[in-house]
């Protein structure tokens, strides 16, 4: 419990628990979660769309109100990191979310937390990225474990612990586990990393540190902000169910993966299909570049 006698930190926690009220409203006032609800398959947007067309005929309904740019300078004097970041993530979206399992090297501290700085980068070696926002000198608990064992249990995230994943985001303090506070099921049968893998987690990636990068701070000149941590996938786990017919990739209907939005926003999945253009078939070789390339200029011209 917040100190009252701590003017600030009496104001911080008045305002925290008003959010939580006006949060339990608004969460009340939207329909009740819809368990009967599939992924469903639909049409791309545009069916028909070809190559040159440019934006489909979504665009012009998106655009409720004014259609102008404006220039934002993320280093402007009145801008603060929070700024850029309630930008960034509500912008880069959506992400994927990371539930990463990790332990000390003794194995008597372990620990769970979602990332959605989360990205697989190359195939081979599989390796991807993991990224965290405070430097190497001031670890928060994850990247501490991390950097001790070079280990870690990457936890794809679906429907069905959503609510657990989100608990296990607490600001414990180390060495307080958030597979106690999230209620997940730890699995030790790892086979080439210490740390457990998420029980509940349809897929889960085996994974070994690979490199780490700090980054500089721009906002405040000679600090570190934060970090980057490449890990290579050395194992993985799928449940029997999700594996396609040929054993070769997941099934999004049964996987129903949850990503990360803006603010305290969560997304569900909705899925179309498209084909990666052919530059002969679709684009018409060069010959049909060439057309494409002249009618472009000619709208910039008529534009103009």
């Known amino acids: 419990m917040a100190n009252l006698n701590d003017p600030k930190r009496a104001e911080a926690a008045l305002k925290a628990a008003t959010r939580r009220v006006e949060f339990k409203n608004a969460e009340a006032s939207r329909p009740a979660f819809d368990e009967s609800i599939t992924v469903q398959f639909t049409q791309p947007p545009e069916p028909d769309w070809v190559c040159g067309s440019g934006s489909n005929k979504t665009s012009a309904k998106a655009s409720a109100g004014p259609t102008q740019h404006i220039s934002i300078d993320p280093y402007a004097a009145d801008r603060t990191l929070f700024d850029n970041y309630r930008l960034l993530v509500s912008g880069i979206v959506p992400r994927p979310i990371a539930l990463v399992s990790t332990c000390s090297r003794d194995g008597k501290?372990?620990?769970?937390?979602?990332?959605?700085?989360f990205q697989f980068v190359n195939v081979d070696p599989p390796v991807i990225t993991l990224a965290v926002t405070s430097p190497i000198s001031a670890a928060k608990d994850t990247l501490r474990n991390l950097l001790d064992t070079g280990e870690c249990v990457i936890n794809i995230v679906s429907e069905g612990f959503i609510e657990a994943v989100n608990a296990s985001s607490a600001n414990?303090?180390?060495?307080?586990?958030?597979?106690?506070?999230?209620?997940?099921?730890?699995?030790?049968?790892?086979?080439?990393?210490?740390?457990?893998?998420?029980?509940?987690?349809?897929?889960?990636?085996?994974?070994?540190?690979?490199?780490?990068?700090?980054?500089?701070?721009?906002?405040?000149?000679?600090?570190?902000?934060?970090?980057?941590?490449?890990?290579?996938?050395?194992?993985f786990w799928a449940r029997e169910d999700v594996l396609t017919p040929d054993g070769k990739s997941l099934d999004i209907s049964i996987l129903r993966p949850v990503s990360r939005l803006g603010g305290i926003s969560y997304g569900m999945t909705h899925v179309f299909?498209?084909?990666?253009?052919?530059?002969?078939?679709?684009?018409?070789?060069?010959?049909?570049?060439?057309?494409?390339?002249?009618e472009r200029e000619q709208k910039e011209r008529s534009a103009a």
């Open 273 to 294: 299909d498209l084909q990666r253009p052919d530059f002969d078939l679709d684009v018409g070789g060069l010959e049909g570049y060439a057309k494409l390339k002249r």
């Open 109 to 117: 501290i372990e620990n769970l937390a979602p990332f959605s700085f």
């Open 172 to 235: 414990a303090p180390y060495g307080a586990s958030e597979w106690d506070i999230s209620g997940l099921t730890p699995v030790y049968d790892t086979k080439t990393v210490s740390p457990p893998r998420v029980k509940e987690s349809i897929f889960s990636i085996e994974a070994k540190l690979e490199s780490v990068r700090n980054f500089t701070s721009r906002l405040n000149p000679g600090t570190k902000s934060g970090s980057l941590q490449l890990v290579e996938a050395a194992h």
